[in-house]
């Protein structure tokens, strides 16, 4: 065995666990556009004429952002050694788990809307819940970029908290 041969499993290890952290870098930049997008005004009367074309396209960003993160991250964790696949299926499962918290999110705000009489209390606590979806993204990506480089798997990718 040479010594190319002996190196090659370190040099494997140190590129899955580049493109993990990666990942999780484009997950926290997704979601600091998608902050961005949430405090610009959404009211069309409010806002100028360039604002919701820059909205679209920043939420449009944000996703793309998002799906290639997801993509990445379901291609790379088959070629993963046992401790970066943990943050690869972390990854996966703060990507798939946010959108279902978010879709629970706008089907409680359509309907609580179509029935409540105090539909702006319903949009601002709707607002919150988005806030709170977003800092828990960023928890798991940040307890992942902690435990990615001290070189450890992620001790839980199967929770639904962080």
């Known amino acids: 065995m ?4 002996e190196s090659r499993p370190a040099a494997d290890r140190a590129e899955s666990a580049r493109r993990a952290r990666s990942n999780y870098l484009l997950y926290l930049v997704a979601t600091g556009v998608w902050i961005v997008v949430s405090v610009l005004p959404g009211d069309p009367s409010d806002a100028a004429d360039w604002v919701l074309p820059v909205v679209g396209s ?13 993509v990445r991250a379901y291609g790379d964790r088959k070629n993963a050694d046992e401790g970066t696949a943990a943050h690869f299926r972390l990854q996966i499962r703060s990507f ?5 918290y978010t879709g629970i999110n706008i089907l409680v705000f359509m309907v609580s809307a179509a029935i409540s009489p105090w539909p702006g209390l319903l949009y601002f606590a709707s607002e919150i819940i988005t806030y709170a979806i ?3 993204f960023v928890i798991r990506c940040v307890k992942g970029l902690r435990y990615l480089s001290r070189q450890e798997p992620y001790p839980n990718p199967g929770t639904w908290l962080w």
């Not at 798939?96 to 279902?100: A, R, T, V």
């Open 58 to 70: 920043l939420s449009l960003l944000a996703f793309i952002m998002l799906v290639i993160g997801v």
């Open 2 to 5: 040479d010594e190319a041969d």
């Open 134 to 136: 977003n800092v828990w």
């Open 96 to 100: 798939w788990i946010s959108w279902l």
